[in-house]
């Protein structure tokens, strides 16, 4: 067996030109859903070898990878009854009751690749008769491809099984995990779990495998842990399928620790490059989705509307915000004080109201930073370092737009022009440009003394000391109405909002 090189059959494969023939003679390009269960209408793109299907909880994972799988004659999967990879269709995979209702037709498509010849076809159940047509159907199934659909039926431990298996293992003899792949086997799982292993089964009764692991130690999955018969299960499914293969694995990061899952993509690359086999696999799993390259990773998310969308390589920062924005930003975002904050916030407020972007503040993380030389600093630094961070975070900048004709000793811009960097409205503190915006309506020759006259950070407490605002919030509200009553502000606006959009397309361009 060639050597596993995590680094090269990575390269090999995140490079690969799937549409090259004999890289991957059998190849599955994508899946429509229009409409199917829940599903109204939905494309799914397989750019990569390794695709990874992510997204919340019912989103319908699961039913595109059954409607994948039901669509090939040679589906298999490990019969409940008795334990063997048997052929297996859309009536033993959906089953009804009275209590499941069809209320209109459901179609599918499939698009293939088979050599040279490319074919679109279409899968449907009829909701007048609820009969299967088409791919669904044997007669027009794919017949060239093998596929295995490894589901979450491998988690549950053997010692939760009945006592009649405990009776059986406790005495039968051992045999051969595999005729002719046991030793690959062997190889998988001693470096995923960086020791040398040796496996035997010691007894199957119906869809249950009681294994014999031999390390250092000897022991059955009895008393292993249970992400070894987790793994070892995967392991033997994906070693034991055609090349070629076609091979679908339902929430892989289930029952194994971070660093084993890491340590099973490298495993899968290899796979992929030497036996030609394509994955799509779905997960939640941030190590699972960190782990592969950008062309592999597909987001599914429901809209405002109900409709699902696909993102085709989304940046793992975006993946993780759209599950958990709490804990993961798409971008932090760099800006002076809680003036600049607010006008921030009010461009994301329209963003989500007018351009229908769900969420869309949740992408931003706002950090108020002080100076504009503090600012610009952390900006600066982000922008170093992003290349070298595990999970990265996007980076941009607001700064005042006093602070855009700033020049240092030797006359060059102190705040050098870039793509995510933006000056607030006007060459003055927003304070003033927005207080004297207010007061083209609302004449007070107090308030304009100090426009003039005092420290542009103070303007807002005067406008509360001469009773014209409650607080500063106030005062902000009260100004801001005002400047977006003026063409410029309107403008001004416009532009940052498409700054913010920028700015997140900068990092996710799919998002």
């Known amino acids: 067996m060639a050597s596993i090189n995590p680094n090269s059959d990575r390269q090999y494969i995140d490079t690969l030109n799937i549409e090259e023939v004999s890289n991957f003679p059998k190849y599955l ?5 229009r409409p199917f269960r829940h599903i109204l209408d ?39 009854s008795n334990g063997k990879l048997e052929r297996f269709t859309w009536g033993s995979i959906m089953r009804f009751t009275k209590y499941d209702k069809q209320l209109s037709d459901w179609s599918y498509w499939l698009e293939y690749r088979i050599g040279t010849k490319i074919e679109k076809k279409r899968g449907q159940r009829k909701a007048a008769t609820n009969k299967w047509n088409g791919i669904a159907k044997k007669e027009s199934q794919i017949k060239d491809r093998q596929v295995i659909f490894i589901d979450l039926d491998r988690i549950s431990p053997i010692r939760n099984s009945a006592q009649h298996l405990y009776t059986l293992a406790k005495q039968a003899p051992l045999s051969d995990i595999s005729i002719t792949n046991k030793q690959k086997v062997f190889d998988y799982l001693s470096y995923i779990l960086e020791e040398n292993f040796e496996i035997n089964k010691i007894v199957q009764f119906t869809d249950k495998d009681v294994f014999r692991y031999k390390n250092s130690n000897e022991y059955s999955s009895y008393n292993s842990a249970s992400g070894e018969d987790v793994l070892t299960r995967i392991l033997i499914d994906v070693v034991e399928a055609d090349r070629n293969a076609l091979i679908l694995i339902d929430e892989i990061e289930i029952g194994l620790h971070p660093k084993i ?70 971008i932090n975002l760099y800006c002076e004080d809680d003036i600049s904050e607010s006008i921030i916030k009010r461009a994301i407020v329209e963003i989500q109201n007018i351009k229908n972007i769900s969420n869309f503040g949740e992408f931003i993380n706002i950090i108020v930073s002080g100076s504009a030389d503090k600012t610009h600093t952390n900006f600066i630094v982000d922008k170093r370092t992003y290349d070298a961070r595990k999970i990265k975070t996007g980076y941009a900048c607001v700064l005042d737009g006093d602070m855009k004709n700033k020049k240092d000793s030797n006359s060059n811009p102190l705040y050098p022009t870039d793509a995510l960097l933006f000056f607030i409205f006007s060459d003055r503190a927003p304070e003033k440009f927005l207080l004297e915006k207010f007061l083209i309506n609302n004449a007070n020759s107090t308030l304009k003394y100090h426009l003039e006259n005092t420290n542009p950070h103070a303007l807002f407490n005067k406008m509360v000391e001469c ?27 416009n532009e940052l909002q498409l700054f913010l959009q920028n700015i997140c397309s900068h990092f996710s361009p799919d998002l």
């Open 261 to 330: 899952q890491r340590r099973l993509v490298d495993i899968l690359y290899f796979i992929a490059r030497t036996e030609h086999k394509q994955f799509v696999i779905s997960t939640h799993s941030p190590t699972i989705i960190s782990a592969f390259n950008r062309k592999s990773r597909i987001f599914i998310e429901r809209q405002s509307n109900g409709i699902l969308k696909s993102i085709s390589e989304i940046s793992i920062n975006a993946a993780f915000t759209k599950m958990d924005s709490r804990s993961y930003p798409l």
């Open 42 to 80: 939905l494309k799914i793109d397989f750019i990569h070898p390794i695709s990874i299907l992510t997204g919340s909880n019912r989103i319908g994972k699961s039913t595109i990878l059954i409607a994948i799988a039901c669509s090939h004659f040679r589906f298999d999967k490990r019969n409940p």
């Open 467 to 493: 009773s014209v605002a409650v607080d500063r919030n106030n005062a902000f509200d009260l100004c801001w109405a005002a400047f977006l009553q003026t063409t410029e502000g309107v403008q001004y606006f």
């Open 29 to 33: 390009k994508s899946i429509e859903l």
